[in-house]
């Protein structure tokens, strides 16, 4: 028995378009010998439909496809679609074969945390799916299925299941792909049964799903591992002698990427296929020969190609002559048309306009943000009279602190390092220089600044990146309180003062572009804090200190 497993990248709402994608995939399977195809979750209809759901003429686009795919599929298949029965709608997988739907299961278990929201529209299934074919018998879950306990799998077992089909649409963060095959390898091992995870690839809006399906043996050992963020057909050859189930893949084990070479991957994915499922000719992008805007110039050409990307270094009064030597070289390493665009003329007009209204105030951040804004201006003004998708170039560690401006540098359409720290991007810039040298060293090394007043370097308003970052991570995806910050050697002065900072941005990150997530937990849906908000943890412990009454 020979089954494929279509790692496929499907589009939102492109229902039709993702229907000829699955039928594709099958015509490979079957020119590859395979008896079976298995696709990901909610394959038809793209992950996460979100809303779209709602709409029942969506629904109904959804059930003729699927009809299509059962009359027109070459093989049997299994297929992830939404499916509406009586008034209730269920996250579903249907056999399809011999030219009609032969048999369905509805999810059991849906996930309602971090990007996932499914109780808000899905109704959990109760009953098993298991079905016969060449020999074997197969027990088919979706994705959280195998996350909670072995009930699923211990279901599908009682009626009689060789092994697990997992339809999967499970989006990238760091360490992912070794937390799926370490719990599906232990459930696995706890029920003696084989478990095949099919997962789904490409990027959906600040989502990447990294693809990277896999098998495991009822021993919980790997046997097959896709690759990573692009599209295949892996096949695997099942053979059934007595009670003992064997399983190979038609190919070597593909190994684990190193895991800056791994983010790298996916920004590049998640910015292409933004692009492109988005119908963008191209991009554009402000470049001022730091480490942010350099790093998001390479992502953007690795995913589109010089061609379609454009760079406007944008220099003022406070920009060093070797950012802009340096921007310039690193355009032309790349290959990327560059164009030098002074905003010193409209910053004059904006300071003279300014000026009866700020008559006998010092200039402060005002006019550093002036400046920001003013290159956003013209930056969208390229944006809007070519088409081009401005990319914005903040890296998580500003963003979470607001050391970003409004209406400035956060202006744009997409956030390509949004959620990579800085120590990251300085990680992920070397990563690329080690691909082929497209980043100057000095832009490696010099002090970061904006460069929005004389002598500034970041570090004269934030702590070092080392502390900065650490504290964000505890405190963002971690849910660290001030208190345990403090306990684990960060002074309480530095704690104060950036979570006061995260705290007081977050009407800043409400209004910030999507971008690729990367971590287990991203500012967007990943993290919902109000606004309006009279909690902050850096208070209690201030208060508990007795420095607040």
Known sequence: MRIALAQINCRVGDVAGNAD????????????????????????SGYPPEDLLLRADFLQVCDAALQRLATEAPLPMLVGHPQREQER??????????????AVYHKHCLPNYAVFDEARYFTPGAQSLVFAYAGL???????????????????????????????????????????????VGALAAQCHLPIIYVNLVGGQDELVFDGQSFAVDQHGLLALRASQCEEMLALL????????????????LRPLPDE?????????????????????PGVVLGLSGGVDS??????????????????????????????????????????VRTDIVSIEGPFNTYLETLAPLFAGRAADTTEENLQARTRAALLMAYSNKFGHLLLTTGNKSEIAVGYATLYGDMAGGFAVIKDCPKTLVYRLARYRNSLGPVIPERVLTRPPSAELAPDQCDQDSLPPYEVLDAIIAAYVEEDRSAAELVAAGFSVETVTRVLRLIDRAEYKRRQAAPGVRISARAFGKDRRYPITNGYHSWEALLSARGVLR
């Not at 579903?92 to 011999?98: F, I, K, V, Y």
């Not at 990238?172 to 095959?181: D, G, V």
């Not at 800056?260 to 499922?277: I, N, Q």
């Open 21 to 44: 994608r699955l039928l594709a995939a099958a015509a490979e399977a079957q020119a590859a010998g395979a008896d079976l195809l298995v696709t990901p979750e909610l394959a038809l």
């Open 89 to 102: 709608l269920y996250n579903s997988a249907s056999l399809l074969r011999g030219g009609r739907v032969e």
């Open 137 to 183: 018998r197969y027990g088919v879950a979706i994705c959280e299925d195998v996350w909670h306990g072995p009930g699923v799998a211990h279901a599908a077992q009682a009626q009689g299941a060789d092994l697990l089909l997992v339809l999967n649409a499970s989006p990238y963060h760091l360490n992912k792909q070794r937390a799926r095959e370490d719990q």
């Open 237 to 252: 050859d099942i053979d059934k002698d007595h009670d003992d189930i064997r399983i190979q893949a038609a190919g070597p």
């Open 260 to 280: 800056t070479a791994e983010v790298y991957e996916v920004l590049r994915l998640g910015v292409h296929d933004y692009v492109e499922k988005n119908g963008f």
């Open 294 to 335: 350099a790093l998001t110039l390479a992502i953007a050409v690795d995913a589109l190609g010089p061609e379609r990307v454009h760079a406007l270094i944008m220099p003022s009064r406070y920009t060093a002559e070797m950012s802009i030597v340096d921007a310039l070289a690193e355009a032309q390493s790349m290959g």
